[in-house]
């Protein structure tokens, strides 16, 4: 298991992680982001790819 942060200061919601990776990032009925904070090491790849197409850089993931 790995652990996510993301920065809010920095997000701006417009669900490029969801869209990369909707098994950890997703979108609520208010267009703001809820994501998991812990995911399975199977995962990794989709979350690299959400951190690579976030355009603010806000995904931080540590093991
Ligand atoms: S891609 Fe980045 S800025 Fe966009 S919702 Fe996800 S974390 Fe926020």
């Known amino acids: 298991?790995?652990?996510i942060t993301v920065d809010?200061?920095?997000c701006d919601n417009h669900?490029?992680?969801a869209i990369a990776a909707p098994k950890v990032f997703?979108?609520?009925?208010e267009g703001i982001l809820e994501f998991e904070e812990t995911f399975d090491d199977a995962l990794l790849d989709e979350v690299e790819e959400a951190?690579?197409?976030c355009?603010?850089?806000a995904i931080f993931v540590k093991d």
């Open 15 to 17: 669900g490029q992680c």
């Open 55 to 57: 355009p603010v850089q």
């Open 26 to 29: 997703s979108m609520n009925d």
């Open 51 to 53: 951190i690579d197409v």
């Open 1 to 3: 298991m790995a652990q």
């Open 8 to 10: 809010r200061k920095l």
